[in-house]
Nanobody
Framework: QVQLVELGGGLVQAGGSLRLSCAASGSIFRLRSMGWYRQVPGKQRGLVAFISSSGTTNYADNVKGRFTISRDNAKNTVYLQMSSLKPEDTAVYYC?????????WGQGTQVTVSS
């Protein structure tokens, strides 16, 4: 059974940076594309960043140039480096496969950006 555990959220001022990590159990991690998603109350969860098993990345338009997704297959971990954070980046951030599986949504990690 795969488990995904997100860490690294917190409170940061606008313009600041945070690094999120997502540790995955199970041996299939390195074979799967992964994504970081975020959700604010009252809105649907949306894809923020994507990384394929071979390292190809893609980003939502509103985070391009500010966020960087990476992965370390030896550690079964995917990261999201977030810079130049804006108040509108405030959300609960989740990692999951891409496309996501409903079986593997974790608790997420709260990111709050103050103005």
């Amino acid at each position: 059974q795969v488990q995904l555990v997100e860490l690294g959220g917190g409170l940061v001022q606008a313009g600041g940076s945070l690094r999120l990590s997502c540790a995955a159990s199970g041996s299939i991690f390195r074979l799967r594309s992964m994504g970081w998603y975020r959700q604010v109350p009252g809105k649907q969860r949306g894809l923020v960043a994507f990384i394929s098993s071979s390292g190809t990345t893609n980003y939502a338009d509103n985070v391009k140039g500010r966020f960087t997704i990476s992965r370390d297959n030896a550690k079964n971990t995917v990261y999201l480096q977030m810079s130049s954070l804006k108040p509108e980046d405030t959300a609960v951030y989740y990692c999951n496969f891409a496309p996501p599986s409903n079986d593997y949504w974790g608790q997420g990690t709260q990111v709050t950006v103050s103005s």
